[in-house]
């Protein structure tokens, strides 16, 4: 019973880190997006430039929690959640930056 409770405290752990590691990534490309310059408005509505944000914020939340996380299961997620994801995240980020930017003036230009 011991070792499955250590083995247990360990795949715990285990999720932990790599949850502080993604934690680690989004702070070092803040960073690098700060040092590079930031946010530059030129012109753009503030009501795009966050939202513009917050939708790929939510996708790649949403994302991390399905590639990630093992679910329910020990040995992790299936392969075909797996291909399921790797296949609708990016059409999910596409779809979120036409439908909302076509809501603006000029919200596709560029």
Avoid at 68 to 86: D, E, I, N, Q, Y
Wanted: proline fraction near 5%; charged fraction near 20%; glycine fraction near 14%.
């Amino acid at each position: 019973m011991d070792s499955i409770l250590r083995f247990y405290k360990r795949c715990l752990r285990d999720e932990q880190d790599i949850k502080g590691q993604s934690g680690g990534a989004c702070l070092a490309a803040l960073g690098i997006f700060a040092e590079v310059g930031g946010v530059r408005g030129t012109g753009r509505p503030l009501t795009l430039m966050v939202g513009t944000a917050l939708g790929p914020c939510a996708v790649a939340g949403l994302g991390a929690n399905i590639l990630l996380g093992r679910g329910r299961k020990m040995p992790g997620r299936p392969r075909s959640t797996l291909a399921f994801a790797a296949v609708l995240l990016p059409l999910a980020l596409l779809s979120w930056r036409v439908l909302y930017s076509a809501q603006f003036a000029h919200g596709l230009d560029r």
